[in-house]
């Protein structure tokens, strides 16, 4: 059925629910396939006389999970005392605050193989805060849920650009937001978290997710974290304490920030498409990625704080493709930097030092594809066959510093060879070399004929300002 309303709507099955206070939320017009329970008061959940009904259903019995509650534009408590499963909470316009009692959970997502909106939390510009002792989880599954004949089975990709196949379950979806803030300080476990667009309806600008209680993944899975666009920033900041049992794939856009004292994975964290990830760091070293960091096109990795990424043989950071930027805003030891990058197109890391003190590498090397072998220190050399060590010749990766200064980049081991060095760069430094332990360049000294053209653009400037005045 499909329904038009000034409220928008809240999905929810709450089983031998006692007391729970209502969610009060604002404006959309959607479809749903059962009843709708609508309260324009407000009250106490287990209080049926505080619901109307929408086509037909009965105030006999508590919202089945496929139901829909909602409220007239209030903002709300909504207390959750027992196991409560949600599939969708439009939040637009007012503030909600959600407590979930110890020891119970708040399943978002679930309920529905295919609907054509409403899977999911649909923010708005609002804030929610999502609180209490018990645990928060993401329900929606790739594997069944399909929106406007749209299959969302395949809506992830792994690290190399395959689409994952299949079931992901326990997703948090975020949609039609408008800019809006979740803060979840309860617990949180989630295998995906995507952001939405709901076909252009809303104009979504993207929203941000802090989670500031404990996350883990709800299952031994893959974390997929997916944006929506270059316009719709979404970001993902987790302030609590993190444990991953494998993977992170970040993607398509989005940025999440990572600011914690207890961090733990066992294996590696690939960002991808135009996605940044924020390690901040209080000088322990605390972010031990064991498996590395990847960056697989136009990615980057901030590295906030000093000594952020656990010094080791482990924390080689991959740049695969082209365009990955790593941001160095304090000092960092690392093993080292390896290109990753097939094919003849000109492929270049940059490495941005603007806000670096000190960052010290054991290694430069590149591995131009998954079925070569690097040759340690070599930025132009590589192993077709580890077995026979047959070296090739490649010339097309570069490493590429921004605002480079001599005395910032710290170098265990020399690369093999002046050809080497001929792929480090920097504007305005020339003829790199390892120095006393350290990467030095010669800078750039304007020729005349160059002075006389700056002087000249500067003399242009001056007179059109005069003019102006």
């Known amino acids: 059925m499909s329904i038009s309303n000034t409220s928008v709507y809240l999905h929810l099955n709450i089983k031998n629910m006692k007391k729970i206070l209502l969610l009060s939320i604002c404006a959309t017009s959607v479809a749903f396939a059962s009843d709708v329970f609508v309260s324009s008061t407000g009250g106490d959940y287990s209080s049926l006389s505080t619901w109307e009904t929408v086509s037909g259903g009965s105030l006999s019995s508590l919202p089945a999970s496929t139901d829909t509650l909602r409220m007239n534009e209030k903002s709300g408590v909504l207390n959750i005392d027992e196991d409560a499963t949600l599939l969708g909470a439009s939040l637009w316009g007012k503030a909600h605050s959600i407590t979930i009692a110890q ?8 309920g529905i193989i295919s609907a054509s909106d409403g899977v999911g939390f649909n923010i708005g510009s609002t804030t929610t805060n999502i609180s209490g002792d018990g645990t928060f989880i993401g329900g929606a599954n790739t594997g069944t849920y399909k929106e406007n004949n749209v299959d969302y089975s395949n809506i992830f990709v792994g690290a190399y650009g395959e689409k994952v196949k299949g079931n992901v379950s326990n997703v948090l979806v975020v949609y039609g937001a408008k800019g809006g803030t979740y803060n979840i300080s309860s617990a949180a476990k989630a295998n995906g978290i995507v952001f939405k667009d709901r076909s252009g309806t809303y104009d979504s600008k993207g929203g941000t997710i802090n989670f500031l209680g404990s996350f883990t993944t709800a299952t031994s899975s893959v974390l997929y974290i997916k944006g929506l666009n270059a316009t719709t920033p979404a970001n993902v900041n987790f302030k609590g304490s993190v444990t991953l049992s494998k993977e992170v ?10 600011d914690t004292n207890k961090f733990t994975t066992s294996a590696w964290i690939g960002v991808r498409g135009n996605s940044t990830l924020k390690l901040v760091g209080n000088g322990s070293g605390q972010y031990d990625v064991s498996a590395k960091v990847r960056l697989n096109g136009n990615a980057t990795l901030i590295l906030e704080g000093d000594n952020v990424y656990k010094s080791g043989s482990a924390t080689r950071i991959n740049a695969e493709g082209s365009d990955n930027k790593l941001v160095i805003n304090g000092s960092q030891k690392l093993d080292g930097l390896c290109l990753v990058g097939k094919g003849s197109d000109v492929k270049t890391f940059y490495i941005d030092l603007t806000n670096t003190t000190l960052l010290e590498l054991t290694h430069l090397t590149v591995q131009p594809g998954g079925d070569n072998y690097f040759k340690t220190d070599s930025l132009t050399e ?17 490493i590429e510093f921004i605002n480079f200064e001599n005395g910032k980049v710290k170098l265990a081991n020399d690369l093999l060879s002046a050809e080497d060095w001929k792929q480090v760069k920097a504007d305005g430094w020339e003829n790199f070399r390892l120095e006393n332990g350290y990467i030095t360049a010669t800078e750039v000294i304007p020729e005349p004929a160059e002075w006389a053209v700056i002087f000249g653009a500067i003399a242009l400037v001056f007179v059109a300002y005069k003019r102006r005045r």
């Open 103 to 110: 020891d119970k959970t708040f399943t978002l997502g679930t």
């Open 249 to 258: 794939i970040i993607q398509n856009y989005a940025n999440v920030t990572i």
């Open 382 to 398: 590589y192993y077709t066959s580890w077995a026979n060590k047959t070296s090739k010749v490649v010339d097309n990766l570069f």
